[in-house]
């Protein structure tokens, strides 16, 4: 505005240096500027944008001011454009005969300018002062507003192709270019998209969410808060990251400019594999923002609502939760809306089973859980076989006796000669003296294994004196056939969790049955009782015996949001007295192994439905131990090591709401049961390919022991 009120005479006396200022005409006026950044920044103007290296072509005449001067305005080639709403305009550079070209975009009000190059050649993405390509988010250049700069030598290759988005309805484009190197070539369009909000409340099974016009770059100086919400309570949120391309790779500003706040963590950098899958509780806050300046091509993230313990036992699920009977299943009928029903069906031979890939294989594959490829953990049977299981699983010499269970029957671990081993590794068993024996679950089978024959000292467990003994798709259990089985009650609410009886003192549970809520105080030891040696669930519950828990371990790395390290000790307010229908269970050594396919029994009161209700009678079911690779590829890597699975990848049999905390138990030479897992959670109930999961207690044994002081 000064220099526009200002006369050239007055303007003259107040500019610095050597500055000059011509009158043209009376409408006409030209300012002959040094290249001084402190002049440019006054004027709001980006110094990188005069840069005199590249302006070759000196204006020859009395009045210019020669060495680093230049004369703004002169060597510059501008362009208004203006693109209404369906309308490409064009952007096009081929032989430049200008130093410096720009072009000011419009749009109509209410929508952003979208500018998509298509082709630059002799300039890459970075910040250099010889630049070549730079976009504002302003109708002059200022530093501060820059969405994207493109600088640098001329290179091979593809040209790059990149879409810009500014925050308003205009963007200033400008290319500077350099005599002494021909061939520029710069191609560009520009449209009118509707502005689009961002953010909000979601409350959804599944979807996604990126930032605004993913994959365009998005646009500069905005905020956007999205709260996620499962569609019914009790579910969690898992958040798979597929694009986090938010920060420039040389900037180390630490997530202050332009970042992603999902829980109250800010990312703004590529994310690891292992870091790409994450689980949330309900409500989930996701907030993105970004600065006035440099703009990248976003986030695009995945969510999924899944049940730790969930919904559609012995039926199957469609894509939008809805539960269909597994008898309309492949029945040439679509009843799911996305008709995931039929999807994957196909008319195998007799002896055939059909596999994830919709390959039929022939059932005598030589695998020991699962034959199809997709899910085997076997691996090939290919190659000469040091040692074949009777199921057919193909062992390499390194695999017999080797301390580890690869066959059902054990047949690649009995026989072995050595006895003891030099040093202990993880899979031998620790004898009371310090020596190892290398044989595979020595404890309480019945023979002396250990010199100081510790291996049988703690065997007053695991038997069902009475032995004529919902989970879902399970039966009723008869009286006594799992005396340890515990009904963990508090008083308003009757049976929450099971437990499992390991002695006279002490229970095992999971450690997300004593999670507070808002309305109800679980890690209140006061408020339970448990129950032993009950069957059937009345409110007088005749014959069992009752005790007061008198305080509650939880583990102290239990993680609430992925179920990891989920147990808890409980210890009884007074020793419960063994009987036929009350006795504890073994647990297992840290060396003891439970072999993938072993048949194994998960029982509870749980419901015996999805949204069902509490079984009146104690239920049983047999499941079978499945690998935890194959576990992880159903289960999206959220099976840790501290996890055990176990069901049937069919469905229609697995544990359920109110089976938490309750025993996953194996039977094991000797006849004695041994405590292989507690219910953690699971997706749904009994669902197909949704196994349930289960807290794996060998991980946990040498917590146990140190916690009850040797007592279990």
């Known amino acids: 505005m000064e220099i526009q009120t200002s006369s050239p005479e007055k303007l003259q006396r107040r500019l610095p240096g050597s500055n000059k200022i011509q009158r043209e005409s009376r409408n006409e006026q030209r300012y002959f500027m040094q290249q001084d950044d402190d002049i440019l920044h006054l004027l709001g103007l980006d110094p990188d944008d005069f840069d005199p290296d590249e302006r070759s072509d000196k204006i020859k005449n009395p009045n210019s001011i020669q060495g680093g001067k230049w004369q703004l305005g002169f060597q510059a080639m501008s362009f208004d454009l203006y693109a209404k709403y369906g309308n490409n ?49 302003f109708l002059l250049p200022l530093q501060n507003k820059i969405i994207a700069r493109w600088c640098g030598l001329p290179i091979s290759g593809s040209s790059p192709v990149m879409k810009l988005t500014s925050s308003g309805n205009v963007m200033l484009v400008t290319f500077s270019f350099s005599r002494q190197r021909d061939g520029a070539i710069f191609k560009a369009y520009f449209q009118a998209i509707p502005k689009a909000g961002c953010g909000g409340s979601i409350s959804s099974w599944n979807g996604s969410i990126s930032s605004p016009y993913y994959p365009s770059y998005y646009p500069p100086n905005i905020d956007c808060i999205w709260t996620l919400r499962v569609p019914l309570p009790g579910y969690l949120i898992s958040i798979t990251i597929v694009t986090m391309d938010i920060q420039d790779s040389l900037s180390s500003d630490g997530c202050e400019k332009d970042w992603l706040d999902i829980g109250g963590v800010k990312l703004c950098n590529p994310v690891s ?77 007799p002896g055939e089973l059909l596999c994830g890939n919709n390959q039929c294989k022939p059932q005598s594959q030589c695998v020991s859980q699962s034959i199809c490829a997709d899910s085997s953990e076997e691996g090939s049977c290919g190659g000469k076989c040091y040692h074949v299981c009777p199921n057919k699983v193909c062992l390499s010499k390194s695999s017999v006796c080797d301390g580890v269970i690869d066959c059902k029957d054990r047949s690649d671990e009995l026989n072995c000669t050595r006895a003891y081993v030099k040093g202990c590794s993880s899979s031998s068993y620790k004898c009371a003296n310090g020596k190892c024996v290398s044989k595979v679950n020595p404890e309480c089978d019945g023979i002396k294994d250990c010199y100081d024959g510790s291996d049988e000292l703690r065997c007053g467990c695991g038997t069902r004196p009475k032995k ?28 929450v969790c099971g437990a499992t009886l390991v002695s006279n003192r002490w229970l095992i549970s999971a450690a997300h049955c004593f999670q507070d809520s808002d309305a109800i105080k679980y890690s209140d030891a006061h408020a339970w009782r448990a129950y032993m040696g009950m069957r059937v669930m009345t409110t007088g519950n005749q014959g069992a015996a009752t005790r007061p828990i ?94 055990l699975c176990a069901g049937n990848l069919q469905g229609g049999v697995d544990a359920c709401q109110g089976d938490s905390g309750g025993p996953l138990v194996c039977l094991e030479r000797g006849r004695r049961w041994f ?35 040797g007592q279990v």
């Open 89 to 137: 305009r064009t952007l096009s550079l081929v032989s430049p005969k200008k130093p410096y070209y720009q072009w000011r975009l419009r749009v109509p009000s209410g929508h952003v300018v979208r500018l998509v190059v298509l082709t630059l050649h002799g300039a890459t993405p970075g910040s250099c002062t010889a630049h070549k390509l730079s976009a504002y988010d």
């Open 273 to 349: 594999n292992s870091g790409k899958k994450r689980v949330y509780s309900s409500p989930l806050t996701l907030h993105f923002h970004s600065d006035e300046s440099l703009t990248n091509k976003g986030f695009y993230l995945l969510y999924r609502a899944f049940a730790p313990e969930g919904t559609c036992p012995r039926q199957f699920r469609c894509g939008d939760s809805r539960c269909i009977p597994l008898k309309k299943v492949c029945d040439g009928v679509k009843d799911c809306s996305d008709g995931r029903d039929e999807a994957k069906c196909s008319s195998c031979k």
């Open 468 to 495: 004529r003994t919902k989970i879902v798709g399970g039966s009723d259990a008869v009286a006594g056939s799992w005396p340890w089985q515990v009904s963990l009650q508090m008083d308003r609410y009757g049976h």
């Open 550 to 643: 008198r305080r509650i371990l939880l583990h102290p790395q239990y993680d609430q949001f992925t179920s990891d390290y989920d147990i808890a000790l409980l210890e009884l307010s007074a020793p419960v007295f063994f009987s036929d229908l009350v006795q504890p269970v073994c647990v297992p050594a840290s060396s003891h192994t439970f072999t993938t396919g072993t048949s194994c029994y998960v029982t509870g009161w749980g419901v015996l439905m999805e949204d069902g209700e509490l079984a009146s009678r104690l239920q049983e079911a047999s499941v079978k131990i499945i690998n935890r690779s194959t576990c992880n590829k159903l289960y999206d890597d959220a099976v840790t090591p501290r996890m």
């Open 675 to 709: 405590l292989a897992g507690i219910v953690s959670w699971g997706e749904g109930c009994a669902r197909q390919n949704r196994p349930g999961v289960y807290t794996q207690v060998v991980k946990f044994t040498d917590w146990i022991r140190q916690q009850t002081k």
